[in-house]
């Protein structure tokens, strides 16, 4: 197989596996929550809270698989200290 249509076909993949993740999270916590709520007759207070639930999960299975799928080649440099080719200029003298 070429390598771009490799690389094209584990974007499909990871794309599909993210909408997967949000989908089964969500519905899964409303399903349940629902299921809670006749169980014990309390109207929708399980759904909503299961929905919340869902929906957060969701998110973080979304921020899981990019931070686990789309690494940094190179590190942030977060100051110039961390940077010996960068130093302060000499004080001009008069």
């Given at each position: 197989?070429?390598?771009?249509?490799?690389?094209?076909?584990?974007?499909?993949?990871?794309?599909?596996?993210i909408?997967?993740?949000?989908?089964?999270?969500?519905?899964?916590?409303?399903?349940?929550?629902?299921?809670?709520?006749?169980?014990?007759?309390?109207?929708?207070?399980?759904t909503?809270?299961?929905?919340?639930?869902?929906?957060?999960?969701g998110f973080?299975?979304?921020?899981?698989?990019?931070?686990?799928?789309?690494?940094?080649?190179?590190?942030?440099?977060k100051?110039?200290?961390?940077?010996?080719?960068?130093q302060?200029?000499?004080?001009?003298?008069?």
């Open positions: 197989m070429d390598n771009d249509i490799r690389k094209y076909a584990m974007q499909m993949a990871l794309a599909s596996s909408g997967i993740a949000m989908v089964l999270a969500v519905f899964g916590c409303l399903l349940l929550g629902n299921y809670l709520d006749r169980k014990f007759d309390s109207g929708y207070v399980f909503v809270v299961f929905l919340m639930i869902g929906i957060a999960a973080r299975n979304i921020y899981v698989l990019i931070k686990k799928n789309f690494t940094d080649e190179e590190p942030i440099i100051s110039l200290k961390s940077e010996p080719h960068r302060r200029p000499a004080a001009k003298k008069d």
